[in-house]
């Protein structure tokens, strides 16, 4: 019989290299960053595509893909996810914060070689939590939020704070949440300040 005895345990961090892309469209001076977060389960090459319609709007377009790969097998393209499958609350909230922080991290490298009046930040009914969740804890960051096919979620929002006095939502369902050249003329009326 061997013995042996534990002499070391402990937690080691990895960080994941995950890809964006930063499109430039028309006259950028003073335009917005236009932040774009793919549903659970696409890429950076279907949010690619999705979002061609809306790269006329004037200003920077920054399309960030998920962090965490799904790891199925026999799929020719990979799907990503911007929170692994969790199932407790504290430790969906614990890579929320830690996925939040990497798209700061994304964003404020980009910030000082660009010349952004304002932050868009854009999402789908697949991350409308991150989205919600980094609007909540950051709103200092953000200047309007869309989303298409869903809805904000409020749970992370102190419900009587001014925090987010200064934040405009732009909610789009139905007929409104489909990509088009019709969206992208709404989305820039409403940039601008219009209905």
């Known amino acids: 019989m061997s013995s042996y005895e534990l002499l070391l345990s402990g937690k080691a961090s990895f960080s994941l290299e995950v890809p964006y892309r930063l499109y430039r469209t028309g006259d950028t001076k003073n335009n917005p960053l236009f932040v774009y977060l793919h549903e659970n389960g696409r890429n950076l090459s279907a949010l690619e595509k999705i979002t061609e319609p809306l790269r006329p709007l004037a200003g920077y377009h920054l399309l960030i893909q998920a962090p965490y790969a799904d790891v199925q097998a026999g799929s020719s393209e990979r799907s990503y996810y911007w929170i692994p ?7 969906i909230t614990a890579a929320r914060e830690y996925v939040s922080e990497f798209l700061q991290e994304v964003i404020d490298g980009l910030l ?3 010349d952004a009046g304002r932050l868009v930040l854009i999402g789908w009914e697949g991350s409308r939590n991150q989205v919600s969740y980094f609007c909540a804890t950051r709103p200092h960051y953000i200047n309007e939020m869309i989303l298409f096919g869903g809805s904000v979620n409020r749970s992370w929002m102190e419900q009587e704070s001014t925090r987010y006095k200064h934040l405009r939502m732009l909610g789009l369902s139905g007929k409104d949440a489909e990509i088009t050249s019709e969206t992208s003329k709404t ?8 209905s």
Do not use: M
Not at 85 to 91: F, G, I, L, R, V
Not at 187 to 194: A, D, K
């Open 187 to 194: 989305i820039q009326r409403w940039i601008q300040g219009g």
């Open 85 to 91: 499958d969790y199932k407790d609350e504290q430790t």
């Open 112 to 114: 000082p070689h660009i």
